[in-house]
């Protein structure tokens, strides 16, 4: 049980990162400000645990791949998260991430030489399914402008591409260095990249403090809670159970901005999440 609520937390958590940005951005901050000062922020929480643990120290062999990992990790990845809240909202936003399954399943049998089995492709069109019933059921969120739909859907396939490539440099990182070593790194370098794109607004108390919890509550304490909850359980059934995140996501967005799908935007959802859990199964049973 103790892993489960270990990696239920983690889920809750980054089901607020949708509303807190949105938080943010009725403060007036636009949103790759509010992924600058996450990546920022978070990187101080990041550092302040590598440098303790005295963890700094990386192989300047790796540093290409760690610039490559903070371009992909953090610039885009963060970026397009918050342009996709922004543009469709915190519901949408955070089911078309749950897409990366789809997108490591595809690059496995490109560049790993993965079998394509059954339950992939079907994983794989209810995927498609997902994201075509999502599109056209998020009128309750941006009502009749086709152009902003599109551009919502876009940003969020990009973040779910993006999200994808953690498992691809979690396998080249992981056997090499810690997490915190890892985002020490690539958390400034994702900032820098960031920065010339930013326009800087005065803050409120109430920006700095959504800021805040987008660094501390859901990335550096969410990160963490689902490294434990990996003590204690399998990855495919935490991965499973994390897929609680757009659920918490959209009856947060709902109950917060009024957010909410047309019975085929909600139907969409539940294709996202079943391909999901049909990926994960297929993979702990290879």
């Known amino acids: 049980m103790r892993g489960y609520v270990y990696i239920l937390s983690a889920a809750a958590l980054w089901g607020l990162i949708g509303p807190f940005a949105k938080l943010a951005f009725q403060e007036g901050i636009a949103p790759l400000e509010v992924a600058f000062w996450r990546a ?4 101080l929480c990041f550092g302040v645990q590598a440098i303790w643990q005295r963890q ?13 990992f903070s371009l992909t990790g953090v610039f885009l990845f963060y970026g397009s998260y918050q342009l996709a809240v922004q543009k469709g909202g915190a519901a949408l936003a955070s089911v078309l991430l749950y897409t990366a399954p789809a997108w490591v399943a595809l690059m496995a049998v490109f560049f790993f030489r993965e079998k394509m089995t059954t339950v992939k492709m ?6 498609l399914a997902g994201v075509a019933l999502v599109s056209l059921g998020s009128g309750g969120v941006i009502a009749g402008n086709s152009d ?16 994808s490539l953690y498992y691809i440099f979690g396998k080249y990182f992981g056997g090499k260095y810690s997490a915190a070593t890892v985002f020490f790194y690539i958390l400034p370098m994702g900032a820098l990249c960031l920065m010339p794109w930013v326009d800087f607004a005065e803050k409120s108390l109430t920006a700095w403090l959504a800021l805040a919890s987008l660094a501390v509550l859901c990335t550096f304490t969410a990160y963490h809670c689902h490294y434990a909850a990996l003590k204690y359980l399998e990855a495919g059934r ?14 947060v967005a709902f109950f917060w901005w009024g957010e909410f799908f047309s019975p085929a935007g909600y139907v969409g959802s539940g294709l996202i999440i079943l391909a999901v859990i049909l990926m994960v199964r297929d993979r702990a049973e290879m």
Request: aromatic letters at 10%.
């Open 40 to 43: 920022v922020l978070a990187w």
């Open 56 to 68: 700094v120290r990386v192989a300047v062999a790796h540093l290409p791949m760690l610039l490559l």
């Open 122 to 127: 079907t994983a794989l069109v209810a995927t």
């Open 148 to 163: 902003q739909v599109a551009t919502a859907v876009f940003f969020g396939l990009v973040a779910g591409f993006c999200y």
């Open 238 to 251: 935490a991965a499973i159970a994390a897929t609680l995140e757009p659920v918490v996501a959209g009856v």
